[in-house]
């Protein structure tokens, strides 16, 4: 997906992507944990060497508090793409079955 926004030729990569809900899978470069909706999320690496990433947001749901993500790890995340920003494909309302997620409440301390 990454090389089809960079390389994209003749096709206009946000007509295959954009706005749909999409899977995709690859290696946590970096996870931030957060208390309130859209404060956590999880960045894949790309095949890309420029440290071009996947950055998926997960909404109103956040990480668990006890769970805990190994950077390297390969894991699956359901999103919807909103394209290319700042040289990262942006996902929104993420969604996995490989980390533990809960609804954000905001009864609890952030």
Known sequence: ?????????????DQYYKNKNIKVTGSVAAVAYGKAPNSC?????????NGANIVCYFGTNVIKGSFTVEIGS???ITGICMGLTDGRIIFINSLTDDILLEPYDQNIEA
């Open 41 to 49: 999320w999880v960045t894949l690496k790309t095949d890309q060497g």
């Open 1 to 13: 997906m990454y090389s089809h926004y960079v390389n994209a030729g003749e096709t206009n990569p």
């Open 74 to 76: 390969h894991i699956e």
